[in-house]
Nanobody, 115 residues
Framework: QVQFVESGGGLVQPGGSLRLSCAAS????????MGWYRQAPGKQRELVAR???????DYADSVKGRFIISRDNAKNTMYLQMNSLKPEDTAVYYC?????????WGQGTQVTVSS
């Protein structure tokens, strides 16, 4: 089973930027549609962005125009460039296949947007 390790989170001021990385194990990464998800305290996990094929991307309305999803199949890695961050972006961010069964999630990476 493919596994994912998220990294790149941290504390950032409103208006700042972060770049998240998702390192995938296994040799099948390139065939998967992938997504970035997030879960804020007390809220359900939500899909933030997804990437299909090599570069076809979709975004939640709340992040459209601010976040950019990308992938490097040669490195088995997916990225999420987050710009113009807002306090409401505070959450644990996860990567996973899209769609997925929900049975497996990595440890995620915490993003906190606060002054």
């Amino acid at each position: 089973q493919v596994q994912f390790v998220e990294s790149g989170g941290g504390l950032v001021q409103p208006g700042g930027s972060l770049r998240l990385s998702c390192a995938a194990s296994g040799s099948m990464f390139s065939i998967y549609s992938m997504g970035w998800y997030r879960q804020a305290p007390g809220k359900q996990r939500e899909l933030v962005a997804r990437i299909r094929g090599g570069s076809i991307s979709d975004y939640a309305d709340s992040v459209k125009g601010r976040f950019i999803i990308s992938r490097d199949n040669a490195k088995n890695t997916m990225y999420l460039q987050m710009n113009s961050l807002k306090p409401e972006d505070t959450a644990v961010y996860y990567c996973n296949k899209f769609p997925n069964s929900g049975a497996y999630w990595g440890q995620g990476t915490q993003v906190t947007v606060s002054s």
